[in-house]
């Protein structure tokens, strides 16, 4: 059941921990990492703050019955608000790479789980975009795929925090020593000679059967120092044995705000609320009773099987961590405008895909593309913005990297994909647009793209095309996002004008992101 505790019986609660690194409200004894002194200090500061799997249709402040971002809510009465905003892809590698650079999944080709950006984009990324001599450059990651792609963009970054230097626990990786100067093998190599089974690679039974009783009576310790503070577990990652608590990594983040050289761009990409959901104690359980219930969808074809009861009970857990995600970025937000940071930043909150709980499909790795997955969260508050501005039309996180580029008086790079957002330029096109997000896990990386799934969003519809799949082929499917938000009714075979314009528009644009690999 849920428990209420006080503001003092919390802090209470903080200080019989004595693991817990950094307790709450110490930001002004925090130490910033100053980098080098800046050639533009009157430039504005860019902070961009991803919250993993964050899905804009379970969110309060996007409507949803829940009420999960309080927090979220007050930043956006001085925030302009992107209502229908879409990532790039429906996971992090494709999702945070599309945002990281501006361009679509078929252009950077990281849309493998373990993916990367191909080596044009090695200098064409949101860092390279913001020049040394004008920014200090900074970013971390909890999410070790992120962290993937933030090493292959390291020479641009100057900071580049270790996700190991936030955490409470961090598997050690054999191949350290090894790799030193290169995470990603020494990412890989980890994987390679633990993992075994978990993630489908051979592995040396002995070595992973001794790591594995190291790791889990590590775990289990901290587990147990940490129980009463987080009922369900310490905030961990699957993709790695690390366990963290968000507040540690705001509470650094509010040190470099602080005491970073100015202008700075930092890009802080945290795990919450990823799954698994394991919500702080003030959190857990506040929506068990609420009577709340979403309706039941039919199952998909490339359902999972999940039943609706663990689907709804996999929710509220989500709800719940979403609340806590919301609560760290209230503080700090609550930081940043008690001392007046707020007035030369734009501030900036998005994820990099969302999550999934209908159609008998749990999570995040799927071949499906609907609104859950692909509509995110974004709120961009611009120095001293003091009011609320809404953002109707269908917008991309393409759009992120050439908009940040404009406000800080930078060209937009040509490479890039997307469009200054609406209300930041004059210029801001408000044309009726199409924005697209793509899964291709099991289309080659270097090849043209003929197996995987595509959404086309454009005015009030939206096109999902499946193609390339053994048993399911040249599917299409269309829906009216306006008068079905619920994605309930596909318009394909009765809308036969409308389908036949969206479906070959969509064609167009694959027929011409394909060209350059037909030779491959």
């Known amino acids: 059941m849920h428990s209420d505790l006080s503001r003092r019986d919390f802090l209470k609660l903080l200080a019989l921990l004595p693991l817990l690194k950094v307790p709450f409200d110490l930001f002004n004894e925090l130490g910033g990492e100053p980098q080098g002194p800046s050639q533009n200090p009157n430039a504005p500061n860019i902070l961009v703050l991803v919250f993993d799997a964050c899905s804009a249709t379970n969110l309060s402040l996007y409507g949803y019955p829940r009420d999960n971002t309080p927090n979220l809510r007050r930043f956006a009465e001085r925030a302009t608000v992107f209502n229908r905003h879409y990532a790039g892809g429906s996971f992090t590698t494709p999702g945070a790479s599309s945002l990281l650079t501006g361009t679509y999944p078929w252009s950077h080709r990281a849309f493998h789980v373990y993916g990367r950006v191909i080596r044009d984009y090695l200098r064409q990324n949101l ?21 993937m792609l933030l090493y292959q963009f390291s020479e641009d970054i100057d900071l580049f925090k270790k996700t190991k230097e936030l955490a409470l626990y961090y598997e050690k990786i054999l191949a350290d020593g090894l790799f030193v100067n290169d995470h990603n093998v020494e990412f890989m190599g980890e994987r390679l000679a633990l993992r075994g089974k ?11 059967t001794l790591h594995r009783l190291w790791r889990t009576n590590k775990g289990n310790d901290l587990q147990r120092a940490y129980k009463e503070l987080f009922p369900r577990g310490i905030p961990s990652a699957n993709a790695a044995p690390l366990l963290f608590l968000l507040e540690d990594a705001i509470d650094w983040i509010a040190g470099q705000v602080s005491n970073s050289p100015r202008p700075y761009l930092g890009y802080f990409h945290m795990m919450p609320p990823h799954e698994p959901y394991n919500t702080r104690r003030e959190f857990y359980d506040m929506f068990l009773n609420d009577g709340f219930h979403t309706p039941t969808k039919p199952a998909h074809h490339f359902t999972q099987g999940h039943q609706q009861e663990q689907l709804e009970e996999k929710r509220r857990e989500y709800d719940e961590f979403i609340a806590y995600a919301d609560a760290e970025f209230g503080r700090l937000y609550d930081f940043m405008a008690q001392n007046g940071l707020l007035e030369n930043t734009y501030l900036v909150v998005t994820s990099d895909h969302g999550e999934m709980f209908e159609r008998g499909i749990l999570e995040h790795i799927t071949q499906t593309l609907y609104e859950p997955l692909t509509r995110i969260p974004l709120l961009i508050s611009s120095p001293g913005q003091r009011k609320r501005i809404d953002v109707s ?32 330029s004059e210029n801001s096109s408000a044309d009726d647009r199409s924005v697209f997000t793509m899964d ?6 270097i090849a043209p793209f003929t197996r995987g799934t595509v959404s086309m969003v454009k005015g ?26 619920e994605e309930l009714e596909d318009l394909y075979d009765t809308r036969g004008a409308l389908a036949g314009e969206l479906s070959q528009e969509l064609q167009t644009k694959l027929q011409a992101v394909n060209e350059p690999y037909r030779n491959s």
């Open 440 to 445: 291709g896990k099991t289309n080659p990386r």
């Open 127 to 147: 860092f390279s975009a913001f020049p040394a001599n004008t920014y200090n450059r900074m970013a971390y990651t909890h999410n070790d795929l992120a962290g």
């Open 460 to 485: 009030p519809y939206k096109l999902i095309h499946y193609f390339g799949y053994d048993d399911y082929t040249s599917v299409y499917e269309l829906y009216d996002l306006e008068n079905d938000p």
């Open 393 to 424: 039309m269908p917008t991309s996180c393409v759009d992120l990297l050439p908009t940040l580029c404009y406000v800080s008086g930078l060209p937009a790079p040509a490479w890039s994909e997307g469009r200054i957002l609406p209300t930041f």
């Open 198 to 208: 978990d993630h489908k690679i051979p592995s040396t039974l002995f070595v992973s």
